[in-house]
C-alpha cells in the first residue's frame, strides 16, 4: 500500500500565459506509450507480480521503489499541463463563448470533458491502456524492456522538450530527463549484475548528453542524476546492492539517497476555471460550504493544506537563470 | 508524490489448489471498468486535476485520500490472482508440456505474456484504459461519477463473489466489499454536504446488506465499515470535514483513523514458476547472485523484506470460522 | 420494433457558413462518451435487458420511451453537423483541390471517409463502442447511472456550447439542455420514487440553470423543459406514474404529453457535395434515374418526401429574436 | 425521429435450457462487425447524412426504411441472448455460488457487467464501435458496401445457425435469415437501378439457398422473403420505385407490404433473476412499489403492457412442425 | 515467403516544402479502413487461408499476386510521407526548439514517436488493426468483399488527391488510382466468372474516370490500368485465366505482363534530420562506423545499395508537364 | 517491392487431428503484441522509414533482409493455425450443426467469420494494431527495440510451445524458435558494433538453450541457428558487415547464407471444409469453373501450382525422430 505525501517532486512555475496547443503535446508524455503512466504501471504490475521475492530481493526493491517514484511523475505531468490550461477557455461566467484560440485547440476533450484538465490520453487523443503493461515474470526479460522503455521515454522526453518551449514543460522535461536517466542506469546495471554482460555504453542513448539541456542543469547540480530514493520508510533497502558503481556518462559514483523522497515542493493551487465549472460556476460557494462543514468538525479556521506561494524564487529561478 | 509500505491492507490466504478459470474471473476486478484501476485512476486524476484546492479543502483531502486507498486495492486484486495462479502450470522444468487443465484457459495470456500473473485486464481479456477516468473538474459531477462508480464496483464485486469461491477470491471481495462500502457512502455524504440532497436511502446497493456476506464479518468487527483513514503521515486531515454523521445502514458513526493506514499484512512470498521462466527457469541462480550482491554492498546476509508466514491463523482462519 | 417519422425533433437553420472546426467539436455530442449514441444505447439497451417488465411496469415504460425520444437526439446531431460541413469542401467539379481551409481540418474523415457527413466519433476520431453502455440489471444501479450519465451529458452539451457558435450548433444544444435536462429529472424521480432518497436538490448540475442560456428560451417557453412524450402509439402509458410532482427547478408540475411525440420540423434538404461525390460527382444524373423509376412504379412525379423550406421563421427565427 | 411498438417482429420461444456458451456465440450477431448493430447504425446513418433526398428519394427512402428494421434485429438479437440466458445463474437468493457451469462461461460480463443480459460486444467480448459504420456520402458506394454487409451479415447467420442449436438461436437465426435476404436483394436491386450492372446472378450468398433452413420455412410461406416493410406510417413511400421485379432465386414478384410493420409478437416476460440482482435482489418490493405508483397515478390496477402467454402455439411451434 | 526488391514500384519526386499538414492526411492511405495496410493485409491472409488451392488455383493466383502487389504500394505511401516531412522540425543541431509551424501538427506522433517518419495510423491517429482483414473463406464472398475494398479506397484516394496538393502526394495518388483500379476491374472479373453477374457497368466507381487525373496520364501512357503482373519469379501463372477480357472503361484487352514486376524507381536516399535523431543526432559518427565495418567484411569501399539521383527528369517530371 | 514464392520456408505436417483450443492459443504467435505480425511489420517500417540509407547501410540492409523474412513466418503461422482447423467443423454438407467440439471453442470468429482460419488475432481475440510498431528513427532506439521484442517474441514461443502439443504447433514453435534466436543475436550484435556495449551474455534470454527444445534440432543440425539470408536477388548485401562474429552460446561463426533463401517446402493444400464455405458449400463447382477458365487460356489442363504430397518424410519426420 501507499501513502501520499502532498507535495510534488520538483517546483513547478506558476500559470503564466496559456499554452492549450502545448498541452496536446505534453499529453504524450502522460498517457502514450513511453509517459508516465506506462512507467509507473509496468513497474508497479512487475513489482506486485514478482515470484520469488525474497530469492531476488535486490531486484525486487528496485523495482518497487522506481515504481513508487513513478506516480510522483504523473503527478507531475498532470501539473505541468493543468498549469498550460489555465486561462485558457477565458475567465468569464459561464455559459460564456471560449475564445477563439481554443475553438480548434488540438485536445478539445481537455475542455469538453475536462475543465482545462490532464487526461489519461496521448497526444494524438488515443486513452493510455493495459496493453502498454509488460510483465513477464522473467526477471531479465523485464530488465530488458525496462531498460528499453527508459530509453524511448527519454526520446519522447527530448521531442516534447524540443516540441513546447512553454516554461511549465520545460521545467517539466528537464526534471524527467534527469530522473528517467537515473532509471535507465539503474536497470542497465540490474542486467549487469545479472548478466555479467556489459552495457554502459549505451549511454547516452537516445545520443544526447543530459548535460546539454539547460533546464536539467540545476537538478544535475543537485545530483539528482546520481541518486535513487527509497520512496518508503521502511521497505526497500536493498536497492543499495544493485544500484552502485559509475555512472556510465560522468563516472561519478551512484548512490542510495539517505532520505526516504526528494523534498519536493508544493503544488500551485491552480484558480477555479468558472467557464469551465471547475470546480464550480460559482466558486466561492463552494469555498463557503468548505468554511462550515471545516468550522463544524472542529478543523482550523484556515485550510490546512500547504500549496505553492507566489513565485519564491526556487528551482524554476534557477532554471531561468541557467538558460538566459 | 507517494511512499510505499510494502504491506497488503489485508491478509490473503496462501496458496493452495489453483484455480485458473477462477483468476480469469477475478481479472474483472482490476482492469474491467468498474475494476480498481478504475477506483484508483478516477480519484487520483480527480485529484491531480482539482482546482481550487485550498477554497475546497475538504472535498480535495477526500479525494487524494481515498485514490492512495485505492492503491492497496489493485496490490490486493493482482495478489490474489497470483495466489490463484500458483501452480497452475506444473512444477516441472523447462520448457515443459503444460497440465491439460490450462490447455484452454480462459486467459492464456495470464501464462503466456506473464508468469502465471495478473494483467491489466478485464475478465474477457480487454486491456483497462484511460478512456475508464472520469474527471470533469465540476466538484459535483466528479462527486455523483464517484458515487456511481462504487456503485457498479459494489455490484461486481458481489458477482465475482458469486462465479468464484477459491479461497483467495473470497477473502478479497470479502474485504473490498466492505473498503468500497465504506467509499459508497463517503462520496454519497460529500455530496450532501454540497447539494444538501439526501442520499443515505439509496444505500445499499445494490440491495444487499454487507454483513449477509461471512467474508466480510471478520472485518465489521473490526470496524473497517465505518472507517477512513488518510493515508498520508501529514496531509488530508480535512476529511473529517466531511466523513461524519451515521452510517446509513447500520447508524453507527462514522470515523476518521487515528492511525494514517490499516497495518495490513505481508504479502506471502509466491514461489517461483520455472515452467514459466518467473523469474527465471532456474531460480536458484539468481538467489545465488542476489546474496553476493548483497554481501558486496554491506547488507544482512538474509533478505531483509517481511513476507508472510506459514498461516499464522490470522484473519484468513476468522474468516473460515465465520462462514463455517 | 420502431417505426421512422421522417421529421426531426426540432428545427435547425438551413446551411449558412461551414464550420468544419466546430462540427469537429460537436461529434463529441454524437459520438463521445456522453454523447447521444451514448443515451440511445443506454437506455435502448436497458429496456431490452429488462426483466419482470410487468412487475416493475412503470420503470420499464420510462427506459423505454426516453430511448426512443434519443434516436430523433443522434438524428438531430447528425443533421447540425452536416449542415456545418456542407459548403466546406467547395462548390466546384470532382477532383478539384480542397480550400485551404479544410487541409488540416480537425476531422479529416468527415471528408476522406464520408461527403461532409457525421461520423460515429467523438471530437478527437475516437469512435464510439459499445464498452460505454451499462445495463447492470439492477434497475435502482440502471437509473443511478443514467442520472449520472444525463449529468456528464448536460456538461458535455454546455462546453460544447461555448465551443461552438456556428447557429446550427447553437440551436442544437439549446434543444438539447432542454430536452436532457427532462430526462435527468425523469431518473432522478425514478430513484426517489423507488428508494426514497431526494435528490431534486442536485439540480441543476451542473449549477447552471437551462433559463440561462437564451437558445434554451423558446423550448422552455413552449413547455418542453416539463414534458416527456411516450414516443409510442399504444405503449408506454405507465410513465405517468413515475414522472410527475414539481420541476426541481422551477416547481411547475411534470407532465405526460398527450402526443405521442413532438411534431417537430422536416429537415432541410441538404445540397449534394459534388467534390465529395455525395451523392455522386454528376446529382444530376441520380435525380434523372429517380425520376424515371418513380414514373415506372405510378408514383406522382415529384418527390413525396417533406423537406424545409427556405427559413419561415420558425423557431429559429424565435431564437434569434430570443438572443438578440 | 421514431416511434416505438412494443413488440417483437417475431415470435421467440419462452426460456427453456439456459444455454450460456451458445448465447456467447450468438453475441456475434448483435455486436460483431457484420451483426445486427452494423446493419442498423449503417443504414441509419447513411440515411442520416443522405445528401440531396428529394433529387433521390426512391433511394433515400429505401436506406430510411431498411434502417427503421434493423432495430427490430437489436432487439430480437437480445432477446434471445436473454432467453437464453435465462436461469443460468440459478434460482437461489443472493449472494450465492453460481452453477459450476456458467463458472468458466465464455462470456463472464453477461453476468458480472450484466443480469444474464445480452451486452454490445461480439463473440470474443469486443465491444462494436463506430469504425464499423461506412457512410461515403456516395450512393452508389454507400449500396455496393451494403451489398456486401449483407452478405458477411448472411455468412455470420448461417455460421451462428450451425454453431448454437439452442430454440431461441434457431428461431432467432430462421427469421433473420429471411429477412436478411430481403435486404440483401434490395441492396442489389437499387445498384441495378442506379448502374445498369446486373447482380442477380450473385444470388444465394453464400451459396445456400435459404429455403434448405427448416426454420426460415414458416416465414418464407407466408412471404417474408418477398416483402418490404416501409416502417412508418405516412413516409418512405419511394421504396416501390427501386424494390420490384423477380426475387432472384424464386422468381416470384418482389413487393412493398401494405401494412407499416409486421405484426409481430410480445415479447415474453422474462423472469427476474434475484442472484444477479435483475431488476433486484427482492423484486417482490419493486413490484409493489410499482403497484402503489400506478395506483397513485390513476392507472389501471394491473399492468398494462402486454406480455407473450405461455406458449400459444404460435410460429415457434410451425417452427417447430416444419423441423420435426 | 518473399523476397525484396529494394526499388518502388513508381517514382517519387524527391523532399521539397515540406507539408507535415498533408503528411497527416496522407496517412489515411497507409493506416485507414481503406488504406494500403488494409489492402496488402486482406488479399495476403485471404492467399494464406485459401483451401482447396488446387482447385480454385487462378482464384488464389490472382490474390496472392494482387497480395504482393500491395506491400509495394505500403512502401509507396511510407516513401511519401516520409519526403513530405522531410525539412519540416528544422535542420539545427539537437535539442532545439521546433519550428512554429509543427507545435500544432495535426499527427504530433510522426515527431515526438518518430523521427518525421511514418506511422501505422489512419488522418486521425488511430491504429490500423487487424479487425479491418476480411477473410471469410468463401472464395464468392471474399471477392464481393475486395471490390468493395476497392471501391472505398479508391474514394479514399481521390480525396486525399483533392485534400493535399504537395508533389509527392500528388505522384502517390496519381499512381495508386490507375493501380487501384486494376485491381478493382480484376476483382469484378473474378466475381464475373464464378457467378456469371455482369459487374462491369459498375465503373468506374466513385464515378470519375481515372483519366481525367493529370496525375495518372503518365502511367495510363505506359499501359500500367491494363496490366496486372504476378510479382513472382515462378508463381501465379494462373492468373491470366481470370484477368482477361475488355477493360470496363476503355474496352482495351487486360493483359497480364510478361515481365514478374514493373521496374520501378530506386528510392531517394532522405537526409538525416538531426534534430529528430534519425537516424542520430550525429549521423556523420554512423557513416564512420558503417564505413569501418563494410572494409573489415570485405565489402565496396561505397555502398552498395541503389538510390535515386538528383530529379533525372523521369516519370515526376512528366507529370508535372502533363498537369501544366 | 516484393516478389511472392509460393513455398513455406520450412515444413508443416499435414492435418491430423483438429485441436482448436491449441490453434486459439497459437494466434498469439501471429497477432499477438510479441507475434510474426509485430516482427514483421516494425522491421518493414523500420526500413521504410530508414534515413540517411547509404550512410548507415549495412544497418538497413540488415532491417530491411529481416523484415522480407518475417513475411515468411505470418504465412507459416498462418498455416499452422489452418491446418490446426482443419475438421473441426465436422466434414457434412452445409448447414450442418457444428460438433459440440468447438460449440464453446475459444475463438469462434475463426469458424464464425472464417472459415476455420487464422485471423489477425492474439489468443484473447484482440486484433493486432499499429500500435505495435516501434520506428522512432533513431537507429541505436530501433535496434533496442528489436532486441527486446525478439526476447520477448523468444518467451512466448517457448509458451507456445508449451501449451500446445499438436504436431503442426511443436513443427511451427522449434522453426520459429531457431529462426527467432538468429534475429535476436544479429540485432544484438549490430548494438554492439554501433556502441561497442558487450551484449553476448544476454543470451539465451529466456535462459533456456534453443538445443535443449527436441523439435529446433532438425533446423540446427542444417545450421539454421547461424545463418541469415538476403531474402533478395539483387540488394542488402552489406548484411555481412553486421552479421559475424562467434555465436553467444555455441561459438560457431555466424554466416551469410549465399543462397536469396531457404528452399523450404510446398504448403499442403488445405482440403475445402464445405460446412463453412470455404471455399464454398459446393467446392465442386468452383473446381469446374476453373479447369474451364484454365482451358479458355490457354493454360495447362492441371493446375501449375505446386503443393506438398503425401507426406514424404521430410523435416517432420526427422523432427519426429528427434523426439522419440
Known amino acids: 500500500m501507499i501513502l501520499r505525501v502532498d507535495r510534488l517532486q520538483t517546483e513547478l512555475p506558476p500559470p503564466s500565459d496559456p499554452d492549450p496547443v502545448g498541452a496536446a503535446s505534453v499529453q504524450e508524455l502522460l498517457g502514450g506509450k513511453f509517459g508516465e503512466m506506462s512507467t509507473f504501471m509496468n513497474y508497479t504490475y512487475q513489482s506486485f507480480n514478482f515470484r520469488n521475492r525474497q530469492g531476488a530481493r535486490p531486484f525486487y526493491d528496485l523495482l518497487a521503489s522506481i515504481a513508487a517514484e513513478e506516480f510522483g511523475h504523473i503527478e507531475l505531468v498532470s501539473a505541468a499541463i493543468n498549469t498550460m490550461l489555465t486561462g485558457a477557455a477565458g475567465g468569464n461566467g459561464s455559459p460564456t463563448t471560449f475564445p477563439d484560440s481554443i475553438k480548434g485547440t488540438r485536445n478539445t476533450q481537455q475542455f469538453i470533458a475536462g475543465g482545462a484538465g490532464a487526461l489519461v490520453q496521448d497526444s494524438m487523443g488515443k486513452p493510455w491502456n493495459g496493453d502498454y503493461v509488460f510483465s513477464s515474470g522473467d526477471l531479465i526479460e523485464d530488465l530488458t524492456h525496462n531498460f528499453f522503455l527508459e530509453t524511448g521515454a527519454r526520446n519522447n522526453k527530448l521531442k516534447v522538450y524540443e516540441m513546447v ?26 542486467i549487469e549484475r545479472l548478466t555479467g554482460a556489459e552495457l554502459m555504453k549505451l549511454f547516452p542513448s537516445p545520443r544526447i548528453p543530459t548535460d546539454k539541456i539547460p ?35 560522468t563516472g561519478e559514483e551512484l548512490q542510495v539517497a ?14 477555479a476555471q468558472p467557464a469551465l465549472f471547475a470546480p464550480s460556476p460559482e466558486p466561492e460557494e463552494i469555498r463557503e460550504i468548505a468554511a462550515r462543514l471545516r468550522e463544524a468538525a472542529g478543523l482550523p479556521k484556515e485550510p490546512t493544506g500547504v500549496v505553492a506561494g507566489n513565485g519564491d524564487g526556487g528551482v524554476v529561478q534557477k532554471v531561468k537563470n541557467a538558460v538566459s
Chains 1, 2, 3, 4, 5, 6 share one sequence.
Open 258 to 271: 539517505e532520505e526516504a523522497q526528494p523534498s519536493g515542493a508544493p503544488a500551485h493551487d491552480l484558480p
Open 215 to 249: 533546464e536539467c542543469q540545476p537538478h544535475i547540480q543537485r545530483g539528482e542524476h546520481l541518486k535513487l530514493y527509497r520512496f518508503s520508510v521502511e521497505d526497500f533497502r536493498e536497492i543499495a546492492a544493485v544500484f552502485n558503481g559509475p555512472h556510465p556518462e
Open 165 to 190: 518551449d512553454h516554461p511549465a514543460a520545460r521545467a517539466l522535461t528537464g526534471y524527467l530527463l534527469v530522473r528517467g536517466g537515473v532509471h535507465q542506469v539503474a536497470y542497465a546495471r540490474a
